[in-house]
Nanobody, 116 residues
């Protein structure tokens, strides 16, 4: 079955960086678009970034453009989110996401807190 396991969250000061990782298993990883979403306290879950199956195409939410970078390693079945110049408003639980066969698959999430 599909499994998505996020890691790499934590507490970071404004202006700092974090790298999130997502280990995927249970499906043909190299054929699917992968995404990162986030959900801040009291807010709806929103898409942050997406990457095509071979990694040549990426899309970002306006709020993170030029600060975050999504990448993938199909050999390792990993998706990454490099987050730079972090702001307090980036504080959220970050989720790895797969949409396949009319179904949404989510990891359990990793908490990112940006605070001084």
């Amino acid at each position: 079955q599909v499994q998505l396991v996020e890691s790499g969250g934590g507490l970071v000061q404004p202006g700092g960086s974090l790298r999130l990782s997502c280990l995927a298993s249970g499906f043909a990883f190299s054929y699917d678009v992968m995404s990162w979403y986030r959900q801040a306290p009291g807010k709806e879950r929103e898409v942050v970034a997406s990457i095509s199956s071979v990694g040549t195409g990426t899309n970002y939410a306006d709020a993170v453009k030029d600060r975050f970078t999504i990448s993938r390693d199909n050999a390792k079945q990993m998706v990454y989110l490099q987050m730079d110049s972090l702001k307090p408003e980036d504080t959220a639980v970050y989720y790895c996401h797969l949409y396949q066969g009319d179904m949404d698959y989510w990891g359990k999430g990793t908490l990112v807190t940006v605070s001084s």
